[in-house]
C-alpha cells in the first residue's frame, strides 16, 4: 500500500503541474493530500512492526486509526464533491491517481483493519485528534484563502456560498461525517481480527479432528489384528529330547 501511495502522490503532483492554478503551496493544502502522506508514513511504520512478527504497538494503533479516519473521510468528501459538482456548474477531472488516493487506498485499509491480524484496541481519544486536525486544517484553510486567492473546497469558499449558514450546514456535515467514522474504526479496534478469529476456528477444528482419526485408527487397528488368544499357534514345534 505505501508504494502505491507514493506512486500515486508523485503522478497527482505531476499531473497538477498542467493547472493554471496549480502552485506546490496549494497542492500541499489539500487535506486529502496531507492525510495520504501521512497514511504513507504510517503504513511504513507498520510494515517495519510486521516484517519484525511483533503485534502493533498502542502508538502505531493509534496513528492507523486517526490517520485511516482522515483517508477514509477524505474519500468520501471527495465523492460527495464529484456528485455536486455539475449541480454548481463547474467541472472535476479524476486522473488515476486520484481514484487511487481517494477510493482504492481508504478501501483496501479499512478491510485490512477490520481482517488484519496483529492489531490492538484504539483509545477513544483519536476521534477527539482527528476533529482537531480537520477543525484546524480548516481555520488555516480559511485564513490563507484570501491571501492566495484560492480555497481547495467550494464550500469553503465564500464566494461559491449563498450565505453563512449554508457554510455551518457542510461544516457541521463535515465534522459529523469525520467524527462517525473515526468512532466506527475504534469501535472495530474492540473485536477480534477476523483473520485471527479464523486462524482460531480452523486450529478448533483441527484439534476436534485429531481424536476422530485416532480413534478411527484405533478401531481399525483392533480389527484387523488378531488377539493373542486368536494368533495361530506357531508352526515352528520343538522336539522332543528323549535320554
Known amino acids: 500500500m505505501a508504494a502505491a501511495c507514493l506512486m500515486a502522490l508523485v503522478s497527482r503532483f505531476l499531473w497538477g503541474l498542467g493547472s493554471a492554478t496549480f502552485t506546490p503551496g496549494n497542492f500541499f493544502a489539500y487535506l486529502t493530500i496531507q ?14 512492526v510486521a ?18 479516519s482522515l483517508t477514509l473521510s477524505c474519500g468520501i468528501v471527495f465523492a460527495l464533491i464529484i456528485e455536486q459538482s455539475d449541480e454548481r456548474g463547474f467541472r472535476i477531472d479524476v486522473p488515476w ?13 479499512v478491510l ?12 477513544w481519544r ?11 486544517w480548516g481555520l488555516v484553510t480559511l485564513a490563507r484563502g484570501p491571501i492566495v486567492g484560492w480555497y481547495p473546497y467550494f464550500f469553503l469558499d465564500p464566494a461559491q456560498l449563498a450565505n453563512a449558514g449554508q457554510f455551518f450546514f457542510f461544516a457541521s456535515i463535515a465534522v459529523v461525517l469525520f467524527g462517525g467514522i473515526s468512532a466506527s474504526l ?8 477476523l483473520a485471527e478469529r479464523w486462524a482460531e476456528r480452523w486450529a478448533e477444528y483441527g484439534d476436534e479432528r485429531r481424536p476422530r482419526r485416532s480413534a478411527e485408527r484405533r ?11 486368536e494368533r495361530a499357534p506357531s508352526a515352528r514345534i520343538r522336539p522332543t529330547r528323549h535320554r
Open 35 to 48: 492525510s495520504s502522506i501521512l497514511f504513507l508514513v504510517v503504513t511504513l511504520g507498520a510494515a517495519v
Open 51 to 68: 516484517l519484525r512478527g511483533q503485534d502493533d504497538a498502542a502508538w502505531l494503533d493509534l496513528a492507523r486509526v486517526t490517520v485511516l
Open 97 to 109: 491517481s486520484d481514484v487511487v488516493l481517494h477510493f482504492v487506498l481508504p478501501v483496501v485499509a
Open 112 to 123: 485490512d483493519w477490520i481482517i488484519g491480524p496483529g492489531r490492538g484496541t484504539s483509545p
Open 126 to 136: 483519536s476521534i477527539a485528534i482527528v476533529l482537531v486536525f480537520m477543525i484546524g
Open 186 to 193: 475504534v469501535a472495530v479496534s474492540r473485536t477480534v481480527p
Open 219 to 229: 478401531s481399525e487397528s483392533s480389527v484387523f489384528t488378531p488377539s493373542r488368544t
